[in-house]
């Protein structure tokens, strides 16, 4: 149960998602093209913002059930290329860094330290922020146009998306999915929406509903993101003992 629900996070924090049924999705909508078009013209352009993380995830195998609940912020400086993180659940607050091309995420008590691992070099290093890589996500799949909406008393465009498995699979970590056994017939529906600014163009808000199977468990996520402080100034330190004392093979009694 406990893997299930660890990979439900990991699929909804890493890929993002939308519907991917076995059947085709129906053409894109021509607005929906546009302005996901026009995002992703604005967003490459973007050299640092904040985001705030919300996730609710509910599995089940029938006999029990297990509710978990995440939440967090962080930031992010592309041109410095570092991303600092932290994400807090009922019992650990764990801290998380991007420095270039080196990840480091905090370990538990009594051990401590960071796990770390390199970031691919094989696509811009700003694809691997959780802005950039909504934005991918919809950028490489079906889109249609929802139309103009209320959001927070701001208006605002909504675009919703359908990506295929193999769209999926190519934005997630490879080696954390392997060690999940995620495959493409455990992964079951989801639904995916953005929210744009229809003045900059700039992502407001992202939010997805996942459905994922395994071994006979269900387990359902919705995360939600709001980004914001676009190119403001964003001083991201590293404390130095996150270099010092580090686990290359991941942290101790991770399951």
């Given at each position: 149960m406990r893997r299930l629900v660890l990979a439900v996070c990991l699929v909804s924090l890493l890929a993002g998602c939308g519907t991917f049924l076995g059947e085709n999705p129906p053409p894109s909508d021509e607005r929906a093209v546009a302005a996901v078009e026009e995002a992703n013209s604005t967003?490459?352009?973007?050299?640092?913002?904040?985001?705030?993380?919300?996730?609710?995830?509910?599995?089940s195998d029938g006999e029990q059930?297990?509710?978990?609940?995440?939440?967090?912020?962080?930031?992010?400086?592309v041109s410095a290329k570092r991303i600092q993180a932290t994400?807090?659940?009922?019992?650990?607050?764990?801290?998380?860094?991007?420095?270039r091309y080196r990840a480091y995420q905090g370990c538990q008590d009594p051990?401590?330290?960071?796990a770390v691992e390199n970031v691919s070099r094989s696509e811009p290093w700003a694809t691997t922020t959780p802005l950039h890589r909504q934005v991918l996500?919809?950028?490489?799949?079906?889109?249609?146009?929802?139309?103009?909406?209320?959001?927070?008393?701001?208006?605002?465009?909504?675009?919703?998306?359908?990506?295929?498995a193999e769209t999926i699979e190519s934005l997630m970590n490879r080696r954390q999915a392997g060690d999940m056994e995620l495959n493409r017939g455990s992964l079951e529906n989801a639904t995916a929406r953005l929210w744009l600014d229809?003045?900059?163009n700039r992502p407001v808000k992202s939010e997805l509903t996942i459905k994922i199977s395994q071994r006979g468990a269900t387990a359902t996520a919705t995360i939600t993101?709001?980004?914001?402080?676009?190119d403001e100034p964003t001083e991201i330190s590293i404390p130095p003992e996150v270099y010092d004392d580090t686990y290359e093979l991941g942290c101790p009694g991770a399951s």
């Open positions: 967003v490459a352009a973007v050299e640092a913002y904040r985001f705030e993380m919300e996730m609710h995830v509910t599995a059930s297990r509710t978990a609940r995440v939440d967090g912020d962080g930031a992010v400086n994400t807090r659940t009922q019992d650990q607050t764990v801290e998380s860094y991007v420095d051990w401590g330290g960071y996500l919809f950028d490489r799949s079906n889109v249609y146009w929802r139309g103009n909406t209320t959001l927070d008393g701001n208006r605002t465009v909504l675009v919703t998306a359908s990506p295929s229809p003045e900059t993101l709001r980004y914001t402080d676009y």
